[in-house]
């Protein structure tokens, strides 16, 4: 891997496939091998994540293979998902998959039998249908970094403050956290505010970083949440004389369980004020540290990249499927997706809006990268060339395909009311659903993103001229 001229998070980078790959399709075994290549360029760091370019090389063998043994394409990756339970080389435990379903699920809304292998041809357009499977791991190790803790607090009117480490990028953290305190806590998601990314206020969280905003900060905001509504009802029990387990709480008043709508309750506000007088204010501490094997971790060196890692590093993973339906020109070698099918093993969907919006984002990065985006230095400089969006290609509207997305909805055992990330794996396999789509249209094999005209054309022609020879 080209690290340009300095090592930044490159080894990271190289070390983060291990733990992606490995899980995605069952193998007994598997070995890894990653170089770094220092140049005159500019730093390198990861685009989102590794994990979109292990996933084609699978997809398009699984095709090949398919083809050879004259067998369905989803027969063959059927036989080969991993499912739940399974353990994989590095020893972790895949704690939930649904990934057989989700294969199943995306052949059968695009219709993956009666377009596949159909050779349709309009003119010099030609169409052809394809499908991919990707994952990503929900948090996995970071030494002493593996974890978030947040804090949540009662003020005296009823509302309360939720304190966590984690911010909010534009996918929706702030709606998830509201809805996980409020459904813990049973009252509305106004009454709840967010304070996040203050290192003065808030406690030591991962981040954004390693999909671990749901699973990770989710499941302590939750705990926090569950500490808080433990204390009110103490209180409330203290006011009303029963015990806490008598007491149930609904529209924002106490009653005592066996009592509902016949004696008088107490409010939410007049709990929170009390806990004030006594010198007991309502507050919640949560902490999630995830199933991860620190058995080999080391303050001093608390990222291990050793040759071998093994035991569980991560707490989660998810996993998902695509389908792209593509026309090609064949006259031009121009390539055109007019329909995606996505479905996404997420876990519980929390918040389906949130979810859906995160994986339009996802599949247009994933087009982007398929189709149009590429670095260009010049070779005298070491400068980039491809620097503005005038050089830089991105998919704008214009190329934006029709996007359908479905859901397993199966939880998770680790995640908060059993969701996981659900804003990237899924997508990972999009490059090989076109790869396997255009090897549909027009019967060549592109295994070099971008897939651009100039090079399907000259694949195309590389084809007709091998066809023309064997005629001879």
Known sequence: MEAGAYGSSAIVELWVPI??????????????????IYTNKTVSSMMRTRAHVGPM??????????????????????????????????????????LSMSIKMAAEKAGWK????????DGCIAKGIGIG???????????????????????????????????????????????????????PMEDIQICHGDTEL???????????????SGNAIKKAAEDAKQQLLEMAGHMLDVAPYEVVMKNKQFFVRERIGKGKPVSLKAVCRTAFKRGKPISGFGDFRGRIDFSDFNIENPMPYNEKIYGQKVSAYSFGTTTAEVEVDRETGKVTVTRIVAVNDCGTVLNPMLVEGNMHGQLNFMLGQGLYEFNKWDPETGH?????YRTYKVPTANETPKIETYFTNVPDPEGPY???????????????????????????????????????LERIKEKAAKEKQAKR
């Open 57 to 98: 090389a699978a997809e398009i063998m699984f095709d090949r293979a398919a083809e050879k043994l004259s067998i369905d394409p989803i027969e063959i990756r059927l036989k080969n998902a991993v499912v739940k339970g399974e353990v994989v080389p590095s020893k972790a435990t895949v704690t939930s998959s649904e």
């Open 418 to 456: 059993g969701a996981k990330e659900g804003s990237l794996g899924f997508g990972c396999g999009l490059h090989g659903a076109i790869a396997g789509a255009i090897y549909d249209a027009v019967g060549v094999w592109m295994n070099d993103l971008p897939f651009t005209p100039e090079k399907i």
């Open 114 to 121: 009666e377009k596949r292998g159909r050779k349709q041809v």
């Open 19 to 36: 733990l992606i790959d490995e899980v995605l399709w069952r193998a007994p075994n598997y070995r890894f091998r990653g170089d770094l």
């Open 384 to 388: 980039k060339i491809t620097s503005s």
């Open 202 to 216: 808030c406690y030591q969280d991962p981040g954004n970083y390693s999909m671990s905003a749901t699973i990770i």
């Open 133 to 187: 499977s990707g994952n990503m791991q929900s948090m996995f190790y970071m030494g002493f970094r593996t974890g978030s803790t947040a804090f949540l607090k009662f003020n005296d009117d009823g509302s309360c403050t939720v304190f966590t480490g984690n911010n909010d990028l534009g996918q929706g953290n702030r709606t998830m956290y509201k809805q996980i305190a409020a459904e813990v806590l049973g009252i």
